[in-house]
């Protein structure tokens, strides 16, 4: 019983250390409003969607919401291709595609989110910017960087020597395992020439 006298003591110290009850009526005032204080953020999954879906549109590419609790909230979004490309449902945030996207094209879309109330035009939450990625399907051929590779090699040569060296290259997304990796094959000669990987 004489620990819990001196602990209430201990928290009961500071009040009166302050001069009076009054401050410190007002400092747990204070303290009171910022507990109630609720914290407004953005929340969204991430943005993202396929190139070439060959779906009908439009495509649904995420959802854009905020915390804000208000009848009256409407979402808006802005920016190059917003309302254009892409257009959000005013009432749930889902975000939509208008047109089959190519990554080779365009792979990621920056936007702005925003959320207004609808009587008075007021925004309810700063703007926050997202990113729209386009993600890459394997659609592209590799394409040699020129129509025609010269080479010579003196006669008498020993097996394994330079003949010449041949480049191509693929448009599809090179972090997506597979998706741009480029294997070459000799299809006349090969009883006289072979090619590595390499080129």
């Given at each position: 019983?004489?620990?819990?006298?001196l602990?209430f003591?201990?928290?009961?110290?500071?009040?009166?250390?302050?001069?009076g009850s009054?401050?410190?009526?007002q400092n747990?005032?204070?303290?009171?409003?910022?507990?109630?204080?609720?914290?407004r953020d953005?929340?969204?999954?991430?943005?993202?969607?396929?190139e070439?879906?060959?779906?009908p549109?439009?495509?649904?590419?995420?959802?854009?919401?905020?915390?804000?609790?208000?009848?009256n909230a409407k979402?808006?979004?802005?920016?190059?291709?917003a309302?254009?490309?892409?257009?959000?449902?005013?009432?749930?945030?889902?975000?939509?595609?208008?047109?089959?996207l190519d990554r080779?094209?365009?792979?990621?879309y920056?936007?702005?989110a925003?959320i207004i109330?609808r009587?008075?035009?007021?925004?309810?939450?700063r703007?926050?910017k997202?990113?729209?990625?386009?993600?890459?399907?394997?659609?592209?051929?590799?394409?040699f960087v020129?129509?025609v590779?010269?080479?010579?090699?003196?006669?008498?040569?020993?097996?394994?020597?330079?003949?010449?060296?041949?480049?191509?290259?693929?448009?599809d997304?090179?972090?997506?395992?597979?998706?741009?990796?480029?294997?070459?094959?000799?299809?006349?000669?090969?009883?006289y020439?072979?090619?590595d990987?390499s080129?």
């Amino acid at each position: 019983m004489s620990h819990l006298i001196l602990l209430f003591s201990l928290f009961l110290a500071p009040a009166f250390a302050e001069g009076g009850s009054e401050k410190s009526t007002q400092n747990l005032c204070s303290n009171d409003v910022s507990h109630k204080r609720q914290k407004r953020d953005w929340i969204w999954n991430q943005m993202h969607i396929k190139e070439e879906i060959d779906t009908p549109l439009p495509h649904h590419v995420g959802k854009i919401t905020s915390s804000v609790r208000n009848n009256n909230a409407k979402y808006i979004i802005e920016g190059e291709y917003a309302n254009t490309i892409f257009k959000v449902e005013e009432t749930s945030g889902d975000v939509y595609a208008f047109e089959r996207l190519d990554r080779e094209k365009k792979a990621e879309y920056e936007l702005t989110a925003l959320i207004i109330d609808r009587t008075n035009n007021r925004s309810l939450e700063r703007p926050s910017k997202f990113i729209i990625k386009v993600y890459d399907i394997n659609d592209n051929a590799p394409v040699f960087v020129q129509k025609v590779f010269n080479g010579s090699v003196p006669e008498m040569s020993p097996v394994g020597t330079s003949v010449t060296k041949v480049t191509a290259v693929d448009a599809d997304d090179p972090t997506v395992s597979g998706h741009a990796t480029v294997t070459y094959q000799v299809t006349t000669g090969g009883e006289y020439f072979t090619i590595d990987d390499s080129g």
